[in-house]
C-alpha cells in the first residue's frame, strides 16, 4: 500500500520560500512507472497542480507556467522523497498543498498542508 | 492549457435516486493511437484529499462500488451515481491527463435533497 507522508511549515511570511517534503512508503520516488507531483487547492483557483519530477533513464522536471519562474521540485533517493519549494510567495499562495502519485491519473494523495502566506 | 467546464455546480438528490454530473473539455482528451480517454473523476470529503473513483473516463478503481459509472469520449462526459447514499455527499471533479499542465474542473457539490 502507498503512502505520501506530507511535511513543512504551515506559516510562510510574504517573500519568503514555502518548502514541503513529501516523504513516499510503498513505492520508489525512482520508480519508472509514476510520477510525483504537487497540487496545491485553494477558493480562488479550485485545484492547481503545480509540477511534477519523475525518472526516465534520467530525471525530468515539468512545472505549471504559472509558477514556472518560483518553483522546484525535487527527488531525493537517500530519503525516498520529493519536494517543493516555492519561492518568493505572496498571500495569493495561500492554499492546501497536496503531493500525490500520477500513473496516468492521481492515485495516492498525501494528507494535504494548509500553507498560509502572512506577515 | 485545456479547460475543464463540470454543470452543474451543485445538486441535490434525493437518497436512492439517481445523480449526474457533466464535464466538458475544451478540447479533445481522446488519443487516437490508444483509443483511450484521458479522463478522471474524483470525489472529496471535507479535510480529506481527492479520492479517484474512475480513469480513462470508465474505469472503476478498485474499491470503489459499481453504483459510480463514468461514460463519454472526447469532449464530453457524465459521472453517474445510479442511487445515492449518505455517504456520497462530497464535491466532485472531473480531472485531464492527456497533456501537462494538468487540469481540474471547479467542482460539483452534491447533497442530499
Known amino acids: 500500500q502507498v503512502q505520501l507522508q506530507q511535511s513543512g511549515p504551515g506559516l510562510v511570511k510574504p517573500s519568503q520560500t514555502l518548502s514541503l517534503t513529501c516523504a513516499i512508503s510503498g513505492d520508489s520516488v525512482s520508480a519508472n512507472t509514476a510520477t510525483w507531483n504537487w497540487i496545491r487547492q485553494s477558493p480562488s483557483r479550485g485545484l492547481e497542480w503545480l509540477g511534477r519530477?519523475?525518472?526516465?533513464?534520467?530525471?525530468?522536471?515539468e512545472y505549471a507556467v504559472s509558477v514556472k519562474s518560483r518553483i522546484t521540485i525535487n527527488p531525493d533517493t537517500s530519503k525516498n522523497q520529493f519536494s517543493l519549494q516555492l519561492k518568493s510567495v505572496t498571500p495569493e499562495d495561500t492554499a492546501v498543498y497536496y503531493c500525490a502519485r500520477e500513473i496516468y491519473h492521481f492515485d495516492y494523495w498525501g494528507q494535504g498542508t494548509l500553507v498560509t502566506v502572512s506577515s | 492549457d485545456i479547460v475543464m467546464t463540470q454543470s452543474p455546480d451543485s445538486l441535490a438528490v434525493s437518497l436512492g435516486e439517481r445523480a449526474t454530473i457533466s464535464c466538458k473539455s475544451s478540447?479533445?482528451?481522446?488519443?487516437?493511437?490508444?483509443?483511450?480517454?484521458?479522463l478522471a473523476w474524483y470525489h472529496q470529503k471535507p479535510g480529506q484529499p481527492p479520492k479517484v473513483l474512475i480513469y480513462w473516463a470508465s474505469t472503476r478503481e478498485s474499491g470503489v462500488p459499481d453504483r459510480f459509472s463514468g461514460s463519454g469520449s472526447g469532449t464530453d462526459f457524465t459521472l453517474t451515481i445510479s442511487s445515492l447514499q449518505a455517504e456520497d455527499v462530497a464535491v466532485y471533479y472531473c480531472q485531464q491527463y492527456y497533456s501537462i499542465p494538468y487540469t481540474f474542473g471547479q467542482g460539483t457539490k452534491l447533497e442530499i435533497k
Open positions: 519530477t519523475y525518472y526516465r533513464s534520467k530525471w525530468y522536471n
Open positions: 478540447q479533445s482528451v481522446l488519443s487516437t493511437s490508444s483509443n483511450k480517454n484521458f
